[in-house]
């Protein structure tokens, strides 16, 4: 006999199975359905009793609940942003183009990205570009300090002089 004890209580019995063959063996950690939920099984003692001509083999199986997980919904006319690169490096070459390139303007960034939507390496650019915008909304001076940050450095005069 198997008794299945409910989540983190040491008398209420979530289920009974009786089996004159011998059941699956049970091991801590293991997870049961019981009653359509998940448990996972915290202690497995087990007894044996003698009556009369009857031997009784009994597993009593300590349980705790295992939390579902929360499926995220989203709208329907929202899609799903791509993975991005949140490197320090990969930021640093973004503003870089962000300035050299595209001269500060992420819109024009943006629309280029969006005729090249097919391609897989675009994820972290347009994720960084979508960023840049909002940010840009928030402080318009945030530009400046960026363009002087990539002036500081001469990533782009050495790549030129090659």
């Given at each position: 006999m198997r008794v299945v004890l409910a989540p983190r209580c040491r008398k209420r019995i979530a289920t009974r199975r009786v089996s004159r063959n011998p059941l699956p063996e049970v091991a801590v950690g293991d997870v049961l359905?019981?009653?359509?939920?998940?448990?996972?099984?915290?202690?497995?003692t087990t007894c044996v009793t003698r009556r009369e001509n009857v031997v009784e083999h009994m597993t009593i199986?300590?349980?705790?609940?295992?939390?579902?997980?929360?499926?995220?919904?989203?709208?329907?006319?929202?899609?799903?942003?791509?993975?991005?690169?949140?490197?320090?490096?990969?930021?640093?070459i973004r503003y870089h183009v962000l300035v050299r390139v595209y001269d500060g303007d992420p819109d024009a960034?943006?629309?280029?990205?969006?005729?090249?939507?097919?391609?897989?390496?675009?994820g972290g650019d347009i994720r960084f570009v979508h960023w840049i915008r909002s940010r840009l909304r928030q402080d318009p001076t945030l530009l400046a300090s960026i363009r002087r940050m990539v002036d500081a450095t001469p990533f782009w005069r050495a790549a030129a002089l090659r």
């Open positions: 359905r019981v009653h359509g939920k998940k448990v996972l099984v915290r202690k497995v199986v300590a349980t705790r609940a295992i939390k579902r997980k929360q499926k995220k919904r989203i709208a329907r006319n929202v899609v799903r942003m791509p993975a991005g690169d949140h490197s320090v490096v990969g930021q640093f960034w943006l629309a280029q990205l969006r005729e090249r939507s097919g391609e897989a390496e675009i």
